[in-house]
């Protein structure tokens, strides 16, 4: 594999100038963030590598389960801070960890038992990478669907209320918005599956190529982490819609609005 110094990855950052100067001169207001979100990407996968080359060189299930712990934590925290609408209290933040952990749990450990088949079962060459797909993509889905979710309900407050008020229990009255939460939280893997391979070759395949791996098992392998992303963006995202539906009307049928905040 060809090896990239720190002068030539220092000189693909200047990319970044492009999306900057659109950014200036349309008044768009990403420059700030993006600069942020470059230097918290750094920061962050050059302690992922570290922490990778020690689990590498040291297997042990209680450090893989401690970095899956971790990782997972993050996402949750992820997952609320992309919410302009937020379920207040420790509601909002316990919907989309544990939605998270129990999607990218399930998934992960599937596909690490049945296809993959490491030996030992907690090889941080393959847990890690794997969990770390299916949690990025997860934790999209996840936010997008609470976020159609909350801004859903906000804007049918009177259809909802309407359809409580006529007797039905609060889940047949979020119904129609249970479906847009869910139809625009999972539509964007199915876009990516679409288009995978005719389009854009994705990571995990472009990785394994530019390693020198057989392109039949790079295809191989991308497959399988499209499936399980497929996967775990379904659990994950209707577990958390019909939790956040529940957060969100009491046991007496009525909707609960006042338990959303908003961001600032």
Request: hydrophobic fraction near 50%; aromatic fraction near 10%.
């Amino acid at each position: 594999m060809i090896e990239i110094g720190y002068m030539e990855l220092a000189l693909g950052s200047l990319l970044l100038l492009i999306h900057g100067l659109v950014s200036l001169w349309y008044r768009v207001g990403t420059t700030l963030p993006l600069l942020i979100a470059a230097i918290r990407m750094v920061v962050q996968l050059s302690l992922m590598a570290y922490v990778l080359q020690f689990l590498f060189k040291a297997p042990s299930p209680f450090w893989t389960v401690l970095a899956v712990i971790v990782m997972m934590i993050f996402a949750g925290y992820e997952i609320i801070a992309r919410q302009k609408r937020r379920i207040d209290g420790w509601w909002g933040y316990g919907i989309g960890t544990s939605s998270i952990f129990m999607a990218a749990t399930l998934v992960t450990g599937f596909a690490l038992i049945v296809q993959v088949k490491p030996e030992p079962w907690y090889e941080a060459r393959y847990a890690i990478p794997l969990l770390g797909m299916v949690l990025g993509n997860t934790m999209t889905g996840i936010s997008i669907g609470l976020t159609t979710l909350t801004n859903s309900l906000k804007q049918e407050r009177d259809a909802v209320e309407t359809r409580l008020a006529l007797g039905h229990s609060r889940f047949q009255a979020c119904q129609n918005v249970v479906r847009h939460a869910l139809h625009t939280g999972l539509i964007g893997i199915v876009n990516s599956m679409s288009a995978a391979g005719l389009v854009f070759i994705p990571g995990m395949m472009t990785g394994q190529l530019m390693a020198g791996a057989d392109p039949i098992e790079a295809a191989k392998y991308q497959a399988l982490i499209m499936f399980m992303i497929a996967g775990g963006t379904a659990l994950g995202t209707t577990f958390a819609v019909f939790l956040g539906v529940y957060r969100l009307t009491d046991d007496r049928h009525r909707l609960r609005l006042e338990r959303l905040s908003i961001k600032m």
